[in-house]
Nanobody, 122 residues
Framework: QVQLVESGGGLVQAGGSLRLSCAAS????????MAWFRQAPGKEREFVAG????????QYADAVKGRFAISVDNTKNTVYLQMNSLNPEDTAVYYC???????????????WGQGTQVTVSS
């Protein structure tokens, strides 16, 4: 069992930046892929970014490419999401997720955090 705890959300003006953190505990050895998802009000949850545990592979949703950056610190069992040039469309609850496996885009994520709210004002 893996426990994930997100932090770093908040209110920011358009054009601003935030960095989200996700601290993992428990059977972290089973986590080979970590990712961030988000869910805006009235919308389905969507993939934002993913990273392999060795940080040799990353993947981003088209909507955030060039603005967001995912990274991992294995010494701290923590994954980060640096979000720059934020706009109101980025407003959502952001969730951290983890799974075993090789492919970021294939297979369901079995471990989820509780989410952290990001609100971008215009």
């Amino acid at each position: 069992q893996v426990q994930l705890v997100e932090s770093g959300g908040g209110l920011v003006q358009a054009g601003g930046s935030l960095r989200l953190s996700c601290a993992a505990s428990g059977r972290t050895v089973s986590m080979t892929i970590m990712a961030w998802f988000r869910q805006a009000p009235g919308k389905e949850r969507e993939f934002v970014a993913g990273i392999s545990r060795g940080a040799d592979r990353t993947q981003y949703a088209d909507a955030v490419k060039g603005r967001f950056a995912i990274s991992v610190d294995n010494t701290k069992n923590t994954v980060y999401l640096q979000m720059n040039s934020l706009n109101p469309e980025d407003t959502a609850v952001y969730y951290c997720a983890a799974k075993s496996g090789y492919y970021i885009e294939v297979g369901a994520f079995g471990s989820w955090g509780q989410g952290t709210q990001v609100t971008v004002s215009s």
